[in-house]
């Protein structure tokens, strides 16, 4: 009797596999699923996948449309039943998307205006019961509006459409941006930009809405009691010494009055800031800058208490600012650590407990 001997010492060809697989499959339309098992568990699987398993195309449909019919066949979880919550069933006070960038047209004081790359934050509030919300609205909602001229308005009407869109309560749109003005030199007449991170906001809470304007100022600050001991050093032995002076960063932040008459401009914020504290750090230097500089630290040595409250002055002194908090971060060249002060006035700004990234946020990029 001939017995057929497989070889089993070379590698099979996909034919093999193939002649293979039809015999299994033959084989296993007369057993039932103890006999493959007890053959081989895998086989159970491999057959059936290779059975049902359906066979789906790998090439990109140029050629599809999207019509209604099969848009509404499209599932949508975010918009599901409240059975499909996970965690607590609560509202959630913000919930969208931070830093899609896009460029915005702002007005500037002096009638022209200058486009900018503007980074959006949009949230809504999420009621209970609610599963989500579809976050590309926000995006949307904004892009109708901008490519108009910048104002608080249409910031207003991007947030009446995405509120509406998403069915929600409270609302939030806030604005980053680096904004440009040119900074003459102290004494040798040499320009140049100088930039500030400007945010704009618009809120809100329980039917109310206000505007706010955040604005980060950078500026030097000489320590009063460094420059008292250095000249003490000069008078008492002769001992030429220099006060310490750092980079410090103050972050503004107003609520604009809605009954003002007059708008704050940009360039009045950043002005207020300037009467109160002098000392920003400059631009262009020659030599005789430098030396004005140093004359100017001297002219206004100040502690990070001074900063707040001269600061904090000039906010309350201008009719077109309501509510307001100044924080200020004295990077010190002498510790090791900051110096730091927060200041408020009224209720919006007002609260208990502190970001712990709050202070250490207060840095100049460049």
């Known amino acids: 009797m001939n017995v057929y001997s ?38 159970l699987k491999l057959l059936g996948a290779a059975q049902d398993y359906p066979i789906f195309s790998r090439q990109y449909p140029e050629g599809f449309s ?3 019919a099969y848009k509404t066949s499209l599932p ?13 069933n609560v509202r959630i006070q913000h919930v969208g998307i931070s830093n899609f960038r896009l460029p915005i047209s702002y007005r500037l004081k002096d009638g022209s205006s200058l486009m900018l790359e503007t980074s959006v934050t949009g949230t809504v509030s999420l009621e209970a019961d609610k599963k989500g919300i579809n976050m590309s609205r926000i995006m949307r ?24 869109d998403l069915e929600s309560f409270d609302a939030r749109i806030q604005m980053r941006f680096s904004f440009p003005m040119t900074m003459t030199s102290l004494r040798s007449g040499l320009s140049g930009y100088q930039y500030y ?23 030097s600050s000489t320590c009063p009691c460094s420059l008292e001991l250095s000249e003490h050093a000069r008078q008492f032995r002769g001992q030429l ?19 003002s008459d007059d708008c704050l401009w940009f360039e009045d914020l950043v002005g207020l ?32 208490e001074d900063a707040a409250r001269l600061f904090a002055e000039a906010m309350a002194g201008d009719e077109r600012i309501g509510d307001f908090r100044v924080m200020c971060s004295h990077q010190e060249s002498l510790h090791s650590h900051d110096a730091v002060a927060l200041l408020t006035q009224g209720t919006t700004f007002a609260q208990t407990s502190l970001d712990p990234t709050l202070f250490p946020s207060l840095i100049h990029r460049g």
């Open 6 to 43: 497989p070889v089993v010492d070379r590698n099979p060809s996909r034919d093999d596999a193939e002649a293979a697989l039809a015999v299994l499959r033959q084989w296993t339309e007369a057993a039932d699923d103890s006999e493959i098992t007890d053959l081989d568990p895998a086989l």
């Open 66 to 68: 999207v019509d209604d």
């Open 76 to 88: 949508d979880l975010q918009n599901g039943p409240a059975s499909l919550i996970r965690g607590e």
């Open 141 to 164: 909602s904004f892009y109708t509006h901008a490519e108009k001229n910048f104002s608080f308005g249409v910031i207003e009407a991007a947030l009446n459409d995405y509120k509406s």
């Open 197 to 219: 991170d400007l945010a704009l906001e618009l809120v809100e809470q329980n039917g109310v809405r206000q505007r706010i304007a955040h604005l980060d100022y950078v500026y």
């Open 241 to 259: 010494a220099t006060p310490h002076s750092q980079r410090s960063v103050a972050r503004v932040s107003v609520v604009l009055e809605d009954d």
């Open 273 to 304: 800031c300037r009467d109160a504290v002098p000392t920003e750090t400059q631009v262009m230097v020659k030599r005789e800058d430098e030396q004005a500089f140093a004359e100017l630290n001297a002219a206004n040595p100040i502690f990070v």
